[in-house]
Structure formats: C-alpha cells, structure tokens
C-alpha cells in the first residue's frame, strides 16, 4: 500500500498543539494580520524570533529584511479575533473595532497575553513559503492570561 505522505503529515501536525498568533505589519496606510501557529522562539541572545509565512498570503509582500512587525499570543478570549484574522474573505475587516493598538507605529493585539515587537533581520525562502528571522526591539506582556491553543484542527481554551 503506498502511503500518501501529505495526508500523513497533516495528521501529524494535527497532534501537536500550538499557540495561536497573530502577525500583525503596516506598510504606509495599509495594514495587514495573519493568524499563524508557525511560530517559534529562535535565540535568546539576541531574543529572536522565526515565523513561518505562505507566500501567498497577503502580510508576505510587506515583510522584507528590516520590516517591522508584532507576533502576538492570543489569549482564550481571543477565539473571535483569530478567526478574523485567518478568513481570507474578511480581510477587510481585521482592523475594524477596538482589538488594536499601536507602538512606535507598529500594530498590536491589545488583549493579548504578549506582543512581541519585531524587526525581521534575515529572510529564506522555502517552496510554498518563507522563514523570517526577526530580532524583538521590544515587547509587552500581560500575565493575567492564559494562551489560546490549536489541536486536532480546533481551538482548545
């Protein structure tokens, strides 16, 4: 029997439980929010960072070497919010309503449990996607909650 390896992978991913993120950028007056759970702490010295983003995903034109941006852990009560910010045919409405906030220019998920502000220092490209390397310039964190977490395809709070 052959085994279909992406079939078998996806079923993989699906045991591991992640933290739900949110990549949040602005280029001029346009801003743009992904909901991403390829994200992973790179070094401590410097603290870094690596996300990992499709190409075809609308934040990926903007982010380059030297963009700025924040990686923000969503709370439990951020179920809604992440939603949002990975529905494709909402893209529109992702920065309407009181759910954000800004540093230094740089648009953050106000009811997270952190925000971590980065500047993206190195970018690779890989198939589908790319790896971006980003240095954190700053950060706020808000101890009063717990994570919000993907397993088995649904939101776990």
């Given at each position: 029997?052959?085994q ?6 996806l079923?993989a ?79 529109n409405?992702?920065?309407k ?21 980065c500047?993206?220092k190195?970018?690779?490209d ?6 971006f ?17 993907y ?7």
């Amino acid at each position: 029997m052959e085994q279909n390896i992406n079939t078998d992978f996806l079923e993989a991913m699906r045991k591991m439980t992640s933290t739900v993120t949110v990549i949040a950028s602005r280029e001029g007056d346009t801003q743009y929010a992904m909901t991403a759970t390829s994200v992973v702490s790179l070094t401590l010295e410097p603290p870094s960072m690596l996300i990992c983003i499709n190409k075809n995903a609308s934040i990926h034109s903007i982010l380059s070497e030297k963009a700025k941006l924040s990686i923000n852990i969503l709370s439990t009560d951020q179920k809604e919010f992440s939603e949002l910010c990975s529905n494709k045919s909402r893209e529109n409405d992702r920065f309407k309503g009181d759910d954000w906030s800004y540093q230094d220019d740089i648009p953050y998920a106000t009811n997270s449990v952190s925000s971590l502000f980065c500047e993206c220092k190195q970018v690779i490209d890989y198939e589908t996607h790319s790896i971006f390397m980003c240095k954190i310039i700053s950060l706020i964190n808000n101890d009063s909650r717990d994570c919000l977490l993907y397993h088995n395809a649904s939101y776990n709070v």
